[in-house]
């Protein structure tokens, strides 16, 4: 069976969990009967072929490691691999934060600031075991925040599955805002996750607002909504105040032991669905433009705070979107910031990334990054629909290298 509409031009991408398998182990198993593709155009060439001419094949991605590329038309949910979280389907784009973050044990305790479902989640634990196959001494804990508890119960699932729970402090139903980056349980912190809520336009199958024409975005979501019309659906009503602008974000950054954290609210929970749980309706551009500005000051707002744990060395932030209002201004915003200009906090450069990243061809757009070239290249991006077989995404690592720990702080 060949895969369906746009899928058809992706592989199945499938994570094997280094706590429960092996990439070897798999390839004997699960994919004994899968044919060796030499290329990833070979895998998505026979994902989009139908009938008897579909090959089952698998490519051992070359960037991320422990990543098959698999043909599509396999039900992997069914096998034993899968229900025992002896792999896990994860985009290739979605490893990138995890694998660029490269937590070492020397790095401490981590921190995986919005969780659910836990894909980076026990993508970090996996790593973890990597650097010390027994989370042997000197032991690290991640802490996985999800403020919505029905996603927490999926991310607790998830970790349990895979094998991670040993190594897991979940927080659930716990707003990542509202941690004290100073209690002593996170003294510890060097690292952390930061893939927030986003408008998810890089999502493979989701309508990609900049390049789509309006009334085509409206006819979609009234499709999905069974309306006929092309009327503005009512947005659910804010409970706590205005949503954040990126402004704000600046206010809350350069007063940051005053700063408020129960007025920043996820702004996709309102304007990403509808009442009934549909997809967003957008009316016109300034709507758009409203909307990203609203999920921008809140995306800036969460990496600011992860920026605060007094021993943190390490954060990487992402997004599955293509906008850059939500990824490389975000990115310039946070380095323009107090907070990081106070602790030294920058970019991580190309020549610093992990081997896979760094050789990673897409990069940040230079003129979103105000023409530095540095930060542009730090950046990593990926765009559905180019060949490499990804959903549209994006992410950046910061570091703080300094020896001046928290003497200013
Ligand atoms: N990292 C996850 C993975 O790879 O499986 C996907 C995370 S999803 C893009 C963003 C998640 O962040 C959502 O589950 C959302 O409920 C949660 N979230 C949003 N705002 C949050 C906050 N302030 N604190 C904690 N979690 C939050």
Same mark, same amino acid.
């Given at each position: 069976?060949?895969? $369906? %509409?746009?899928? !058809?031009?992706?592989?199945?991408?499938?994570?094997?969990?280094?706590?429960?398998?092996?990439?070897?182990?798999?390839?004997? +198993?699960?994919? !004994?009967?899968?044919g060796r593709a030499a290329s990833l155009q070979d895998?998505?060439?026979?994902?989009?072929?139908?009938?008897?001419?579909?090959?089952?094949?698998?490519?051992?991605?070359? *960037?991320?490691? %422990?990543?098959?590329?698999?043909?599509?038309?396999?039900?992997?949910? #069914?096998? =034993?691999?899968y229900t025992s979280g002896k792999i896990i389907l994860q985009d290739k784009a979605?490893?990138?934060?995890?694998?660029?973050?490269?937590?070492?044990?020397?790095?401490?305790?981590v921190i995986d600031a919005c969780a659910a479902p836990g894909n980076k989640t026990t993508h970090l634990a996996a790593i973890l075991h990597t650097h010390a196959p027994e989370f042997a001494s000197p032991a690290q804990t991640i802490f996985a925040f999800e403020k919505d508890a029905a996603r927490a119960r999926t991310l607790e699932k998830m970790v349990k599955t895979a094998g991670a729970r040993g190594v897991t402090r979940i927080g659930p139903g716990q707003d990542f805002l509202q941690v004290d980056p100073r209690a002593d349980k996170y003294k510890d912190v060097g690292a952390l996750l930061l893939d927030p809520s986003c408008s998810g336009s890089g999502?493979?199958?989701r309508d990609s607002m900049p390049e789509l024409h309006l009334p085509e975005l409206l006819d979609a979501a009234n499709r999905k909504t069974g309306q006929t019309t092309t009327t503005k659906k009512k947005k659910k009503k804010k409970k706590n105040g205005p949503t954040p602008s990126t402004e704000d974000a600046q206010k *809350?950054?350069?007063?940051?032991?005053?700063? #408020? *954290?129960?007025d920043v609210e996820d702004p996709s929970d309102k304007i990403l669905r509808d009442d009934e749980g549909n997809e967003t309706v957008v009316t016109s551009e300034k709507d758009l433009q409203a909307r990203l500005d609203a999920l921008s000051g809140f995306q800036l707002a969460l990496l600011l705070h992860a920026f605060e744990f007094p021993a943190a060395r390490k954060v990487t932030y992402s997004?599955?979107?293509? *906008? $850059?209002e939500e990824n490389e201004s975000v990115?310039? /915003?946070?380095?323009?910031?107090?907070?990081?200009?106070?602790?030294?906090?920058?970019? /991580?450069?190309?020549? =610093?990334?992990? +081997?896979?990243?760094?050789?990673w061809p897409v990069r940040g757009v230079a003129a979103a990054c105000g023409g530095d070239e540095d930060v542009a290249e730090g950046c990593i991006r990926s765009y559905k629909g180019d060949g490499r077989g990804v959903? %549209?995404?994006?992410?950046? %690592?910061f570091v703080r290298t300094g020896d001046d720990d928290d003497a200013d702080y």
């Open positions: 069976r060949a895969a $369906a %509409g746009e899928e !058809a031009e992706y592989p199945r991408w499938v994570r094997v969990n280094s706590l429960r398998s092996s990439v070897e182990e798999q390839l004997e +198993t699960t994919f !004994a009967r899968f895998v998505m060439a026979n994902s989009s072929r139908g009938g008897g001419e579909a090959r089952k094949c698998v490519y051992v991605d070359e *960037h991320v490691p %422990g990543l098959l590329a698999v043909t599509q038309g396999t039900e992997l949910t #069914k096998t =034993e691999a979605s490893c990138f934060p995890t694998y660029l973050l490269d937590p070492r044990c020397e790095d401490g305790d999502i493979v199958g *809350h950054d350069s007063n940051p032991r005053k700063r #408020k *954290h129960a997004t599955c979107s293509v *906008h $850059a990115v310039m /915003l946070a380095l323009a910031s107090d907070i990081a200009r106070r602790r030294g906090w920058r970019i /991580l450069r190309r020549e =610093e990334q992990v +081997t896979g990243m760094r050789e959903m %549209g995404f994006f992410v950046a %690592g």
